[in-house]
């Protein structure tokens, strides 16, 4: 797979860590440089777990679907784009939180974590080898929750929404190349 699909599938899914970081970054007051650390680290480590586990379940079934994994990547995608898409409009506001527990930094890393088990999935029935993807999307993660969180106190949350979207349409387009160049090429 190309370096650059790659990128913006790791981009695609680091939407939702970057919305969570600048979340963190408007609601704590005067955060600190282990704290940024500590929250990037955290989104970042979950964001490049999820694929690797997926990518384990995935090869265990990639046998047995060979004809049609193409149209189960494309879904899948698209699923995840359109969920993307869909939440970007349905989030509340953000209450103000002070402190970092550990306990809902986990949670919340989970959370926005999940997507990338699905595209794991998606590398494995493809037969795409995943180090390189885990380490950009872990790396990219990283890079993106701490900008979150610097322009948290910045920009505000008013340009999360349309981050949101146009990450879910990065990943629909992706969707959409692998199926047209399964189907055509």
């Known amino acids: 797979m190309e370096i650059l699909i790659i990128l913006l599938i790791a981009l695609g899914l680091s939407i939702d860590s970057f919305a969570v970081s600048v979340a963190k970054?408007?609601?704590?007051?005067?955060i600190s440089l282990i704290d940024k650390f500590k929250?990037?680290?955290?989104?970042?480590?979950?964001?490049?777990?999820?694929?690797?586990?997926?990518?384990y379940a995935g090869i265990g079934i990639?046998?047995?679907?060979?004809?049609?994994?193409?149209?189960?990547?494309?879904?899948?995608?698209?699923?995840?784009?359109?969920?993307?898409?869909?939440?970007s409009f349905s989030k509340n506001e953000?209450?103000?939180?002070?402190?970092?527990?550990?306990?809902t930094l986990i949670a919340q890393s989970i959370a926005t974590?999940?997507?990338?088990?699905?595209?794991?999935?998606?590398f494995a029935l493809l037969n795409i080898e995943i180090m390189i993807?885990?380490?950009?999307?872990?790396?990219?993660?990283?890079?993106?929750?701490?900008?979150?969180?610097?322009?948290?106190?910045?920009i505000g949350i008013r340009f999360g929404k349309?981050?949101?979207?146009?990450?879910?349409?990065?990943?629909?387009?992706?969707g959409v190349k692998i199926l047209i160049e399964h189907i055509y090429f």
């Open 113 to 122: 974590s999940i997507d990338a088990l699905a595209v794991g999935i998606s």
């Open 25 to 30: 970054g408007l609601s704590i007051k005067n």
């Open 162 to 174: 349309y981050i949101e979207v146009f990450g879910g349409l990065v990943l629909i387009g992706i």
């Open 62 to 87: 990639s046998e047995y679907i060979k004809t049609f994994d193409h149209w189960i990547a494309f879904v899948l995608l698209v699923f995840i784009g359109l969920k993307m898409i869909y939440e």
């Open 39 to 55: 929250i990037a680290s955290s989104l970042s480590i979950f964001q490049a777990l999820m694929p690797l586990i997926g990518w």
């Open 94 to 103: 953000l209450k103000e939180n002070n402190t970092i527990k550990t306990s």
């Open 133 to 154: 993807p885990v380490l950009i999307i872990g790396i990219v993660t990283f890079l993106a929750s701490i900008i979150g969180l610097q322009l948290g106190k910045y």
